[in-house]
């Protein structure tokens, strides 16, 4: 018995041993810089997903180890525009990796949870031409956008110049994102005070969601058994529950299918009535063309299209506003004030809202939107894809299948290219004595190539919007200790805020807004 015993942990002495020197020694990926300790193992890794650190461990590797950081034994890190452009421009064949699988709806893929550029441009094919820049300057979507504008002026006005942003911005997004892909069919009224409406964000701002985006990633088979249990072992179940019933964005997911049922129960003439994005892919439905989709494909791209809209653009928003109202960024909150107040008369609609149009137009608003995404990406982590074949990156071979990414946050970082890149500039991006080419390069807020944020330019048109009129109205500055304080957003498995600032308050932001 001994003898086998002996024997049994000899040969699993030999096969960690084994793998250890595959891993370090023999990989392909062995040349690669990096820590020993997350070569050896995927878990170290997501050890760091676990305690919310894994994208400022990267950056802090990166300062480390170069543009090139082996973080698992089959995983790598790169933070150079060749790597960008290698990994994530038009036509290269990195495919998304099955982290994105969280992402599906109703148990459909989408556009964005496609694995590859197929799937997703035939798919992004049917109603790219929707999101379209000169489609969101003019006409019915700017005239939406200048409208949820007003009515946020409007509630701002009614709350007496003050106001916890982080909870009313997520108001305006998500009003104008269901205006834009439901019409009366789903679009909601929060900003308006319809109460179960603004009960849509309560998942959202759980903190739990964070220990469930881990599960959901680390252990997915794990996770979507454990949710599945019912009876007696659903009831044992529920005390392992990373995060307990409803999880995220469940309320706003039921809402989308409600609003897609809707829609699909009505009749031919309502649904004519319509220029949202919903109808452009009902034109689309199995029951208009030969191999078309069906309503749960309908249903999943128009709820992950809400879901995209909402925390983006709000979070940008409510860090832009509070980077400006801090007193040491007083000069630029000025300057901003100055231009918009320029604006002429013959800009503004009927409410004195500036036109979505003329606001487009106002560079320093743009350098100011432009930091910020700097700053405070909204998705600032990173962004995983894999080859099926072997390739050359940087100078490294990179076998087939290992996962590659790169993050906004680093990029975003460089000192080499951005100047005192913890702080807050928006003349940076103005400056003839900066290196402007080489900041658009590194510029990587949207993503690039063919799987760059579609929606960029409805979130553009918003927040220049929105901007554009609260600093034609008010001057702001933060409440209570928010001066000192920075504002906090949930982002997958992480917090991010100000790493400037010494302490965080996740999910609010508190404002005075003091009219002029």
Partial sequence: MALVLTT???????????????????????????PKSFALTKFKLAYEDYKGT?????DALHRQYGPVVRIGPSEVTFNSTTALRAIYGAGTGFERTGFYHMFEVYGRKNMFSFATAKQHGERKKLFAHAYAKSVMLKGQNAEMIEQKVKQYM???????????????????????????LYGSFGKTSCLEGLGQDRALIGDIIDVARRKLSWYAVHFPHFTEWLYSRTGVSGCVAKWFYPMQLPTTYSGIRLHALKAC?????SSASARASTSALISRLWSHHHSQKANGIDDLDIASECA???????????DTLMFLIWALSRPENKEFQEKLIEEVHNIPEESLNSDGIPRVESTDKLSYLDAVIKETLRLYAPLPGSEPRSLRTATTIDGYTIPPQTVVSMAP?????????????TKFNPNRWLDPSENLADM?????????????CIGMHLAMAEMTTLVAAIYRKYKTTPLGDFGIVSPGITGRYEVFYDDTC????EHECQIEFTPQ
């Fill in 8 to 34: 049994v942990a000899a040969l699993i002495v030999a096969f960690v041993v084994y793998h250890l020197s595959i891993s370090t020694l023999f990989s392909p990926l062995a040349r690669i810089p990096g």
């Fill in 54 to 58: 894994r994208t400022r461990k990267i």
């Fill in 154 to 180: 409007d509630l701002l006005e009614r709350d007496g110049g003050e106001s916890e942003i982080f909870s009313t911005l997520h108001y305006f997004s998500l009003d104008t994102i269901t205006d834009f």
């Fill in 261 to 265: 049922q809707k829609y699909a129960s």
């Fill in 304 to 314: 992950d299209h809400l879901l995209a809209g909402i925390d983006t653009t709000s």
């Fill in 409 to 421: 946050y680093s990029l975003h970082r460089n000192p080499d290219v951005f100047k005192n890149p």
């Fill in 440 to 452: 658009k390069k590194w510029f990587w807020a949207f993503s690039s190539g063919g799987r760059m």
């Fill in 502 to 505: 010494s302490r965080v308050r």
